[in-house]
């Protein structure tokens, strides 16, 4: 019974004095970020956010009829341990979510929306590039992981300990922490690659090949990458909305030995004629897919650059790999119609869909507005055009969970400048659902946050291995490869 007037009596206190009429509104929530009408998983860190109301002096949260949280301000953030234990007693349903806003004189409660939870858990470790979001140039740049499933955030390659210099592309291999690489660009720079924390710094070209590695993805043995080595340029658009172009002048696709340290080439892939990039394996290893133009600056003069660069139609295509003999196959299969441009293939861990990124031309979608994502069904071969993902602005550069079941992209839909991580869930009848942003301890975080994230990718577990380990690295030279 004490316990009772107790509580009767905190209620009291809390909306006793509070004589403001309550009035419902029937228009959306104004948050940001927009987290209406999306699934989540059972795993996510809570989803905090703004109410974009000028007359906003207070938040409350309401979860099936339940107070989440009630605060002071335009910021509605909640308590860890009772978001996890309320998604854990929803995995498999949806969660209905009132806001209200309170102003001077009045409660606002504005259109319920819902989280629909599912206990498909996405990968907990996310890491990705800052950058400044022109990429015209690079400067204190840093890899960064984060744990979705809570804030914790760490540098595991800084600026400082590598002279400055650029780096890019960080990828796992089977989503997994203990083996995985990265590049560090510039003199004296190379590809880091981890082994279960243990780090080597490889330069993975050879005489005869028109650059070093640049794209690339692991096999499924963890002892081969294949990778694309290109020969890049950039160039200045005098339109706004696409200020930075590059393009390959020549590009060849090879598969590497990481133990003998040796480079496969096939002619099929190294043809001076045509573009090839973005190479990835298959999950099974049995094939390599990547994009394939034909050259078409080969034979132009400085006057039609312009046209052409508009020129380069990428198709997608997959040719067999043998691990075994470590032989390419000698004919490929043309995935795609050139009616538009293809960048970036990656399989889902299933083998049962790839996604890639679709633009007008070219391969630098980060300033192609029209980029969209696309989902190949690799059974029917059917294209899904993803209208429920996709923006008005670049949606690029994704990556898959381990289970299939969640992808993370970049997207600049926001305010077509800064790329932020997006999460987008695919059932298992792969139908794909509203994505949302990755969240943040504090929800003006994306207000004030003036770098681009950039390449997302997800992985089972935190890197075993810290920035000042790949600081040391660059104490000396890469190790040589050589083509067979």
Not at 258 to 280: H, V
Request: charged share 25%.
């Amino acid at each position: 019974m004490r316990k009772i007037i107790y509580w009767m009596m905190l209620l009291i206190v809390a909306t006793g004095c509070d004589d403001r009429m309550e009035v419902t509104a029937d228009m959306d929530a104004p948050i940001y970020p927009d987290y209406r009408d999306v699934t989540i998983p059972v795993n996510i860190a809570p989803l905090n956010f703004l109410v974009r109301d000028s007359l906003c002096r207070d938040v409350r949260v309401y979860a099936n009829n339940e107070l989440l949280c009630e605060q002071s301000g335009n910021e509605a953030t909640f308590d860890i341990d009772e978001w996890r234990q309320m998604l854990s007693d929803n995995v498999g349903k949806k969660i209905t979510v009132s806001v209200w806003v309170g102003q001077k004189n009045e409660w606002v409660e504005y259109r319920p929306f819902t989280w629909t939870v599912v206990g498909d858990s996405i990968d907990p470790w996310l890491t990705y590039r800052l950058i400044e979001p022109d990429y015209e140039v690079f400067s204190r740049l840093q890899l960064q992981e984060r744990c979705v499933e809570d804030f914790t955030t760490r540098n595991f390659c800084d600026f400082k300990r590598v002279g400055n210099r650029c780096m890019n592309c960080h990828t796992f291999s089977n989503q997994s922490p203990s083996l995985s690489m990265m590049y560090v660009r510039g003199e004296g720079g190379g590809a880091v690659l981890n082994r279960n924390g243990k780090l080597s710094l490889l330069d993975i070209k050879a005489d005869g090949m028109v650059g070093g590695s640049v794209y690339f993805g692991f096999h499924p043995d963890g002892r081969h990458i294949v990778f694309s080595a290109n020969k890049i340029i950039p160039a200045f658009h005098a339109s706004g909305s696409k200020r930075l172009e590059v393009y390959d002048t020549a590009s060849d696709v090879y598969v590497a030995d990481l133990d003998k340290r040796s480079i496969i080439s096939s002619p099929l892939l190294a043809d001076s004629l045509w573009l090839e990039t973005f190479p990835t394996f298959s999950p099974d290893g049995k094939y390599i897919y990547y994009c394939t133009a034909r050259n078409s600056l080969l034979r132009r003069d400085s006057a039609d650059l312009a046209s052409a660069v508009r020129g380069l139609q990428y198709v997608l295509c997959r040719v067999p790999f043998d691990a075994s003999t470590e032989t390419i196959g000698d004919k490929a299969d043309t995935l795609t119609a050139a009616l538009s441009s293809v960048c970036h293939p990656r399989v889902s861990p299933d083998g049962s869909r790839l996604l890639y990124t679709q633009q007008a031309y070219g391969t630098f979608p980060i300033w192609h507005r029209e980029a969209d994502l696309r989902m190949l069904d690799l059974k029917t071969m059917k294209v899904d055009s993803l209208a429920i993902v996709n923006s008005p602005l670049s949606d690029t550069y994704h990556s898959w969970s381990s289970n299939s079941r969640w992808f993370v992209f970049a997207s600049k839909r926001d305010d077509g400048l800064y790329g932020k991580p997006y999460f987008c869930y695919v059932d298992r009848q792969g139908k794909a659902h509203k994505p949302f942003v990755l969240p943040q301890e504090h929800p003006s975080f994306y207000d004030n946050f003036l770098k681009s994230f950039n390449t997302p990718e997800l992985g089972r577990g935190s890197l075993p291995f810290k920035a000042e380990d790949v600081g040391k690295l660059f104490n000396s030279k890469p190790l040589p490869f050589t083509l067979r």
